[in-house]
């Protein structure tokens, strides 16, 4: 029997540190299913990316690191703060799971009540790569490829990821 994990972030974008601990978890585990997830959100200042979209940039990210044998994409949606509803609709969502690999404290606590072990994962140069740092940065228009892989960075470029993430943070006025 295969030792399969579930590793679950919104990855708005995939970055360096995902990929990092993606391959951290891979050394544990047989299979990982990396659980997309809020992927009912996008086009706001969390969440810019489509669920389809962060699908494909981890998709090809697995593709160019020959892991895509060792990995399911799910999307996972929110229960709108539901938050005692949250695990049945991961179990609903993603493939059959022994462990979850997760850093967020609420997860941990609902993962733990529903009797589902949970591992933390080390810090991959958190200061450096943030999810929000580099969505900061694309909308400030300061440099930011070098904190995602390559293929992440040609497809946010490909959809117009960049104008869309500045139009989103006027809209929403964030700075």
Not at 53 to 68: A, D, N, P
Not at 146 to 174: C, M, S
Request: charged fraction near 25%.
């Amino acid at each position: 029997m295969y030792r399969r994990a579930l590793f679950v972030g919104r990855f708005q974008p995939f970055h360096l540190g995902h990929l990092a601990a993606l391959k951290w978890i891979l050394e544990r585990e047989d299979i990982v299913i990396i659980g997309v997830g809020s992927s009912q959100f996008s086009h706001d200042p969390l969440n810019p990316f489509t669920a389809g979209e962060r699908v494909e940039m981890i998709w090809r990210v697995l593709m160019s690191e020959g892991l895509l044998n060792r990995c399911v994409i799910a999307t996972i949606p929110d229960t709108d703060k539901k938050h005692s509803l949250w695990v049945s609709m991961v179990l609903h969502y993603a493939p059959r799971f022994q462990r979850v690999y997760t850093n967020d404290p609420l997860s941990q606590l609902l993962f733990k009540e529903a009797n589902i072990e949970v591992s933390p994962i080390p810090m991959f140069k958190r200061g450096e790569y943030s999810a929000t740092r580099i969505r900061r940065l694309i909308a400030e228009g300061k440099p930011w490829e070098h904190l995602v892989p390559r293929e992440v960075a040609r497809f946010i470029k490909e959809i117009g990821g960049e104008d869309r993430i500045r139009r989103i943070y006027r809209a929403f006025g964030t700075s």
